[in-house]
Every structure is written in structure tokens, then in C-alpha cells.
């Protein structure tokens, strides 16, 4: 390390598991004090500014571009670092957990990014946080062949023919209560960036990649500044040169898009591009404004990205993408192929018609859930790039996007329908479920869904019932027929958790900011009473 400055270890709570001592090392555990000594009061000082402002946005004070940053935005000089080696040709990334099988199958998909997901795809039980840094160790050391006891073999294709890892950790309003430092938990983003990179970021340099990052559940610049000093510091403690990192920040909640200029500025040296996390912008939106009747949203099926607000939010983000010389990238085709083959093609046209609108829109790639779909959304980026890396040529100099182009929300209002409202629940319910026995990846009703999907459909289920436009009752009769259909299917299941915490998260007066808090807590209470 570079520092002398003292410091203190962080604390393993947890039991011993097999090969943690290959991650929480004595090393990597001071690094990973280093981090959060600097950085854990100002997190806080960050969370509690979030719901101040929040309590202001509730209040009807409006929201708009900031005036204090005018000049960043008006300032046409400024340009985000290069694109990394790895990162230059993004035409398809593919998502997932760090899970052994998976990232086998993402990083031999055919994708040019495979984003290694802590967030919303992984339930963060202890043994998902320490498993998924093996998974990455063993990934960059090509020791992560197996052959499963049916005699499935999974092996690596030649390190040319394997996508970029990036890595998404946790957001900043979570923690990680089996690892403590000055007697509270450490700030879970800090520990699935610091662990990665003290371990994995000269190994991806010397293979001539780098530390690369997809931040999610940034509110604002000041988010992004904290993050960018994260890297400045890590990069300072191993003797990496500044600048290595690279991070792709998703514009995933709606005070975010009113900062998509100033978030690249802020992370301008480390910068990879902006993402439109768009189930979760919509959730964003929600829990923002739900309170309004003029934010009030149709079933999200009815909610496409050809909404006009959303048009508007795309459009924001591509322009200044490429106004900066960064990297746009578009959402999520979830679509898990059937073996019904009239299904399947059905799916396909589907996020062929997505990943159309997207390329013709300007983004320079895209995501998949499935390596099924890699074929697909490449053969339409391919089609518009052909053999540029990109198209932030095009600046999209004609876009002008108004505060109430985001905010025009009212045009989409209509009353759910039933068959809306039992969706919404149903995901919810198995979503809770799988995520409370440690798995957060899910495919459902031929979707693979993560947390975004759970975290959407219940806030919907609770702006809907605070309008009054569904009836709680109702909701209450869907809650118990959706259990026993849920208990039928997993005997297994615990409905008792499953549903206090869907009561809790949705049924509420007032809606918890994200349900995972919750589900954690259950979950750390579960394995206390196990383990007595």
C-alpha cells in the first residue's frame, strides 16, 4: 500500500465458511478498513440528505435541473476518460449473479459485457457475498471449470472469445451486518467493490482489462463524487495509476435523470457511460410521487418505453451520453426462452422490436437476462453499428428535454385491471419467497426477474390501494388465494415470512423505500435462530 495512514481491520462476524480465507484475508480486510473509515459518516450524511430531500419532494416542492450546476451542463468543453480496454464495443451485455453456473454461461455467451450482479440479482446472504468474490476470483483465474454430478460440463472458451466483466455492487442504503468496523455494519457497497477490487483489479490489468463497476441507485452528483473519491482512494492504497477504474452509472431513479450531466462530470476521469434502468426508474417514480394522483400509473404492462416520459428519459440519456463522449446503454430484455416453440418466437420478436427502438434511438448497446437472447440484440446492433464500436457520432443536438417532458406521467393514468393487480401480487409473493431462501435471480411466468420486478409490482399494489382505485379487500382475497397457489407449489415455503413481509412493504400507510431492508433483517433473524 501506498499510505501509512493508520488504520483498523474490519471485523468478520460471520462463521468460517469453505475458501473465505481466500477473500477475507488479513490484507484485504484492512484495505477494506481503509474504505470505510474514510468514507462510512459521509454515506450517512448522504442517506440522510436523500430523505430530506424526499420529505421536500412530498411537500410539492418542485423538481427540476439543478441552477447550481447550470454550468457543468452549459459547458461544452468537457468529455469523459476514453473508453477502457474491454469497454469500447458494448453492443450487448448480459446480466446475472455471480453464481458458478452462471457466469460460465454469461461469460461464454457470445455478450461484450457480462455485469457480475451483488445487487439486485444476488439475495446477499452471507454465503452469496463471499461465494460470488470466488466465483470472480476463480473466473479471472480460469480455474472455474466443473462438470455437475449429472456430468454437465462447464468450461471456460479462450480468454478472447469471454466477456468483460463488470461488477455491480450493492447500493449505498444497504449494509453488511456480518462484517463490522467501530461496532456497526459496513456499508455493503464498500464491501462488494472493495473486496473485488483489492483482489481482482491488477489481475484484470494484467489481463489487460481493468476494475470495471456498474453503479446502481444513484440519486444524485453527490453520489457520484462519492463514489469517484472511493476510486481515487482504492487506486491510491494498491498503486494502481488513477483513471483504471471505470464505472457505468444506471440512471435508475428520477431525481437521477435530472443529474445525468453532472453525475458524468463528477466521475469524469472513471466514467464508462450511463444505463436506463427502467423497471426501476418506474419504481423510482412511484415511491417519488406516489402520493399524486396525477403520477398515478396503469398496470406496467401498459407502461412501454414508447410512454412519452419515458421517451423523454431515454432521449435525455442518450444526448448526453453522447454529447460527452460516453457510452449509452440500453435496458433489460428479460425473456426467458420456451421450449413451447410458438412461445419462443413470440419472445424473440419481442426483444427483437426492443433492441430496434433502442439501436434506432441512439444507444450504443444493451442488455439480456438470457445467453438465449445474446443472438438476437446482437444481429440488431450489428445491423445499425456494422463495424463502428458505436454510434456516439450522433449527439442528438435536437433533443431538448423539459422538466415536464420527465414529469408528463399523467398522459399514461388509468385504472389497473384485474389481472394486473394478481400479477403484480403473484411476482411479489415468489419473488419474496425465493429471495428470502437466498436466491435472487428468478424466472417467473417467463421473465427472468430480479429485485427491480418486486420492487415495481409492489409499489404499484400501494399507490394503487392509496387512490383508492383497487379495493383492499380485494387485494387481501388476492394475497391469500396467490399464498395457498404459492404453498401448493413450494411446500417448502415459509408463507408466514412471505407475507408479513408483503404487508409490510406494500399494505403499509407509508411505503418503505425498498423492501430489501426488511427482507435482510428477516433473513439475519432466520439464520441467528438456525444456528442457536
Same mark, same amino acid.
Given at each position: ?40 459518516? =459521509? ?50 451485455e448480459i446480466t446475472g449473479p455471480p453464481e458458478r453456473r452462471m457466469a460460465v454461461n454469461a461469460l461464454n455467451s457470445g455478450a461484450r459485457v457480462w455485469m457480475a450482479d451483488f445487487e439486485d440479482a444476488t439475495a446477499p446472504t452471507w454465503e452469496n457475498v463471499i461465494g460470488g468474490q470466488l466465483t470472480l476470483l476463480d473466473a479471472i483465474e480460469r480455474r472455474i471449470d466443473f462438470t455437475t454430478p449429472e456430468g454437465k460440463e462447464y468450461r471456460l472458451r479462450p480468454a478472447g472469445e469471454l466477456a468483460t466483466i463488470v461488477v455491480r455492487p450493492r447500493g449505498w442504503h444497504l449494509e453488511e451486518h456480518h462484517l463490522e468496523f467501530d461496532g456497526r455494519p459496513v456499508p455493503a ?16 490489468? *494484467? ?21 469517484? !473519491? ?61 402520493? =399524486? ?46 421450449? !413451447? ?12 422490436? *426492443? ?8 444507444? *450504443? ?45 399523467? =398522459? ?58 383497487? !379495493? ?7 394475497? !391469500? ?48 435462530? *438456525?444456528?442457536?
Amino acid at each position: 500500500m501506498t499510505t501509512s495512514a493508520p488504520t483498523r481491520p474490519v471485523r468478520v462476524l460471520a462463521a468460517p465458511g469453505e475458501r473465505h480465507d481466500e477473500i477475507l484475508t488479513p490484507a484485504a480486510l484492512e484495505f477494506l478498513g481503509h474504505l470505510v473509515g474514510a468514507f462510512a459518516e =459521509r454515506r450517512q450524511w448522504l442517506l440522510k440528505e436523500r430523505r430530506r430531500r424526499s420529505l421536500r419532494l412530498a411537500t410539492g416542492i418542485p423538481l427540476d435541473f439543478p441552477r447550481a450546476t447550470a454550468g457543468i451542463r452549459a459547458d461544452s468543453s468537457w468529455r469523459v476518460a476514453p473508453a477502457a480496454p474491454g469497454l469500447t464495443d458494448r453492443r450487448v451485455e448480459i446480466t446475472g449473479p455471480p453464481e458458478r453456473r452462471m457466469a460460465v454461461n454469461a461469460l461464454n455467451s457470445g455478450a461484450r459485457v457480462w455485469m457480475a450482479d451483488f445487487e439486485d440479482a444476488t439475495a446477499p446472504t452471507w454465503e452469496n457475498v463471499i461465494g460470488g468474490q470466488l466465483t470472480l476470483l476463480d473466473a479471472i483465474e480460469r480455474r472455474i471449470d466443473f462438470t455437475t454430478p449429472e456430468g454437465k460440463e462447464y468450461r471456460l472458451r479462450p480468454a478472447g472469445e469471454l466477456a468483460t466483466i463488470v461488477v455491480r455492487p450493492r447500493g449505498w442504503h444497504l449494509e453488511e451486518h456480518h462484517l463490522e468496523f467501530d461496532g456497526r455494519p459496513v456499508p455493503a457497497s464498500l464491501v462488494d467493490f472493495g473486496l473485488y477490487f483489492f483482489h481482482c483489479a491488477q489481475r484484470q490489468i *494484467d489481463a489487460g482489462h481493468g476494475p470495471y463497476f456498474y453503479l446502481p441507485k444513484l440519486e444524485n452528483h453527490y453520489d457520484a463524487r462519492l463514489w469517484n !473519491d472511493v476510486f481515487v482512494l482504492a487506486q491510491e492504497l494498491l498503486g494502481i495509476p488513477r483513471g483504471t477504474v471505470r464505472a457505468t452509472v444506471l440512471i435508475e431513479t428520477i431525481t437521477a435523470a435530472f443529474e445525468t450531466e453532472e453525475i458524468l462530470h463528477e466521475l469524469r476521469e472513471h466514467s464508462a457511460g450511463l444505463n436506463a434502468g427502467r423497471w426501476d426508474y418506474l419504481f423510482s417514480l412511484i415511491k417519488t410521487f406516489g402520493h =399524486r394522483t396525477d403520477f398515478l400509473l396503469p398496470d406496467r404492462s401498459q407502461v412501454t418505453m414508447t410512454a412519452p416520459f419515458m421517451r423523454a428519459y431515454t432521449e435525455l440519456l442518450v444526448r448526453t451520453c453522447h454529447r460527452r463522449g460516453a457510452h449509452a446503454i440500453g435496458g433489460m430484455a428479460a425473456q426467458v426462452p420456451s421450449k !413451447d416453440p410458438e412461445a419462443h418466437a413470440a419472445a424473440l420478436a419481442k426483444v427483437r422490436l *426492443d433492441k430496434e427502438r433502442e439501436a434506432e434511438d441512439g444507444f *450504443d448497446g444493451s442488455w439480456v437476462a438470457h445467453p438465449g437472447l445474446v443472438p438476437t440484440c446482437r444481429e440488431v446492433f450489428d445491423t445499425v453499428l456494422g463495424d463502428r464500436p458505436d454510434q456516439i457520432h450522433r449527439t442528438l443536438e435536437d433533443v431538448e428535454t423539459a422538466a415536464a417532458d420527465l414529469l408528463s406521467v399523467r =398522459r399514461m393514468s388509468g385504472p389497473p385491471t384485474e389481472e394486473g393487480l394478481r400479477t403484480n401480487v403473484a411476482v411479489t409473493l415468489r419473488y419474496f419467497d425465493a429471495w428470502l431462501r437466498g436466491q435472487g435471480a428468478v424466472a417467473l411466468h417467463g421473465l427472468m426477474e430480479d429485485a427491480a420486478t418486486a420492487e415495481i409490482a409492489r409499489v404499484q399494489i400501494w399507490q394503487w390501494l392509496r387512490h383508492r382505485v383497487v !379495493d383492499r379487500t380485494t387485494v387481501l382475497g388476492l394475497l !391469500d388465494q396467490e399464498l395457498a397457489g404459492l404453498g401448493a407449489e413450494y411446500p417448502w415455503a415459509d408463507l408466514d415470512a412471505v407475507r408479513h413481509l408483503f404487508e409490510e412493504t406494500a399494505l403499509a400507510t407509508e411505503l418503505p423505500a425498498f423492501f430489501t431492508p426488511s427482507a435482510y433483517e428477516r433473513h439475519l433473524v432466520r439464520t441467528s435462530q *438456525d444456528s442457536a
